[in-house]
């Protein structure tokens, strides 16, 4: 996941940090440092926000400001493949976490490749 928004979460779902706290089984503290972003969400935590409140929560909440500019939703159909299961079972289990580090150089690799691609259309066209 490349990040959550969990303030804004707990305010549409008029949540205090304490509840969240008290349904990921950790403490008050724990949250906030999710909250100004010196902690990320983790995994399992993701899944218990999944399994409480849908898939939808996570989806709506994702942070997604460092992908290329490629669309202005960061999980527009066109960019994000959709994986269903037959049996609409979650999928929060199959997700990866990587660095953020590693994740802006995916980034600007992507943009740098479809920057490329962009050229060579450019080119292409006025060849014709």
Request: net charge positive; hydrophobic share 35%.
């Amino acid at each position: 996941m490349v990040g959550f928004d969990l303030k804004a979460f707990r305010k549409k779902y008029k949540l205090k940090q304490v509840d969240i706290a008290k349904l990921f089984g950790c403490v008050q503290g724990n949250i906030s440092t999710i909250e100004t972003g010196k902690k990320r969400l983790e995994d399992y935590q993701a899944r218990i926000l999944e399994k409480k409140y849908g898939r939808e929560v996570l989806e709506e909440f994702t942070i997604c400001e460092n992908l290329p500019k490629m669309s202005s939703s960061c999980l527009a159909a066109e960019n994000i493949p959709v994986y269903e299961t037959k049996n609409k079972e979650s999928v929060a289990g199959d997700l990866v976490s990587i660095p953020r580090e590693v994740f802006e150089q995916i980034a600007r690799l992507t943009e740098t490749v479809l920057s490329q691609q962009r050229t060579i259309e450019n080119l292409t066209s006025k060849e014709k």
